[in-house]
């Protein structure tokens, strides 16, 4: 069969790199002049790690993975109220055993899939046309072309959702707030702890350890009624993350100077994506662009590789795409549902409002440190996305 992907991010290269596995010829189409650097952090746990080690991934993913320590949660003078090791909650605690920045996860899907198949970078998918037999794509850039299946992998923001399925304003989930993260000079030495300070006005700071020494990960959220700048007025979104925060202390000064010189700056409202439908015909949603749970959540980058194991074995074991992908949205439905619940931490109590709330939250944090909360806490992260996989049959090579 032949497929194009579009998105070369972990929800299209994991799938490319499933479907390479089962003999299909693979196109993916990425808007983007190279391959994405950079990004945030993400972790592998539970479902998504059993996907990725079924996929044939685990082992490389293992080794392109950035050693963590765990959480300090701080004051404004950089005081420890808590300390959240990697190995409490079995490794599934607020940082994970196995933590990858998204660069890297990227980039070691896209070596796997080196050689088997075919990366077209700066192009996109402007107009599709399908039959019972196909799927006519149109390009930008490259002279039209048929496949057999079109997968839309291209994010949150879709492309190709919104030539099939509409406009995203139907679809999105405001969850009241956004967030911005970006690359900074390290505020000092992190040895392997990510710190987070608590604001009142519903806003958390968050630094994280980088893959280059002297760097930092600065992850910003924040709640709010203001308007959000433009999508692509990046210039705008720096105003307004540093207006969220320009009356901050701690070492928020110090991540705000370094707002323009960052390499990799990212902002978005938080929104998850309800799509009532996968699939229309011979297209389907895969990843964020199907159903992007919000960062909120932490379970898009496990989405995504869910989504690329499931959509690959089904397509392997029925004989009609349709059948395929029906079965698909099927087993999928209760990951995406699973996914969805935002974990401890993300309500109202966690990101308080006034002053006086905050005192209350930062007593509430270093009590859950200790029994009994300590085990209500143990057991509220280790269910969040228990979901289990579908038993399939090993991709034949």
């Given amino acids: 069969m032949k497929v194009l992907v579009s998105g070369a991010g972990i929800a299209g290269l994991a799938l490319a790199h499933v479907l390479a596995d089962g003999g299909h010829d693979v196109v993916v189409v990425e808007i983007a002049p190279a391959l994405r650097s950079g990004g945030q952090l993400v972790d592998l746990r539970g479902t998504s790690r059993e996907a990725a080690a079924r996929m044939g991934l685990l082992s490389r993913i293992e080794e392109a993975q950035l050693a963590q320590r765990g959480m300090r949660y701080v004051d404004d003078d950089n005081r420890t109220l808590a300390v959240i090791g990697v190995e ?5 605690g607020p940082v994970a055993d196995l933590e990858i920045v998204r660069g890297e996860l990227t980039r070691v899907l896209f070596d796997a899939t080196a050689g088997r198949v075919e ?7 402007v107009a599709l046309e399908q039959d019972d037999d196909g799927v006519d794509v149109r390009f930008d850039r490259a002279a039209p072309e048929r496949f057999d299946l079109v997968v839309a992998a291209d994010g949150v923001h879709s492309r190709v959702r919104r030539l099939l399925w509409g406009e995203e304003a139907q679809f999105a989930r405001p969850l009241g707030g956004r967030m911005s993260f ?3 000079p390290e505020p000092e030495p992190l040895d392997g702890w990510s710190l987070l300070d608590v604001l009142p006005g519903r806003r958390m700071a968050m630094i994280r350890p980088h893959e280059e020494s002297g760097s930092a990960h600065a992850i910003l959220t924040w709640f709010g009624t203001d308007a959000s700048p433009d999508r692509g007025d990046v210039a705008a979104q720096q105003r307004a993350v540093r207006a969220a925060f320009a009356d ?5 000064p110090e991540v705000l100077a370094g707002l323009d010189a960052s390499p990799d ?5 938080l929104v998850q994506l309800h799509v009532p439908q996968l699939a229309r ?17 932490g379970q898009g980058t496990a989405l995504a590789l869910i989504g690329a194991h499931v959509l690959g074995s089904e397509l392997a074991r029925h004989a009609h795409p349709r059948e395929a992908l029906a079965a698909y949205e099927t087993a999928m ?11 401890p931490g993300s309500g109202s109590f966690a990101t308080p409002k006034s002053r006086l709330a905050r005192r209350v939250l930062q007593s509430y944090v270093r009590a859950s440190m200790r029994r009994p909360l300590l085990t209500l806490f143990e057991r509220a992260m280790s269910s969040q996305h228990d979901v289990p996989l579908p038993e399939y049959e090993p991709v034949a090579v």
Avoid: Q
């Avoid at 699973?338 to 974990?343: C, S």
């Fill in 248 to 252: 901050a202390g701690w070492y928020l």
């Fill in 281 to 297: 015909g011979r297209v389907v949603l895969l990843g964020d662009a199907g159903y992007c749970p919000s960062p909120l959540s």
């Fill in 182 to 184: 970006f690359t900074v």
């Fill in 88 to 92: 409490l909650f079995g490794g599934n």
């Fill in 119 to 125: 990366h077209r970078f700066d192009d996109s998918i």
């Fill in 333 to 343: 439905t209760p990951h995406i549902e699973a996914g969805r619940k935002l974990p």
């Fill in 265 to 269: 700056f990212y902002f978005d409202d």
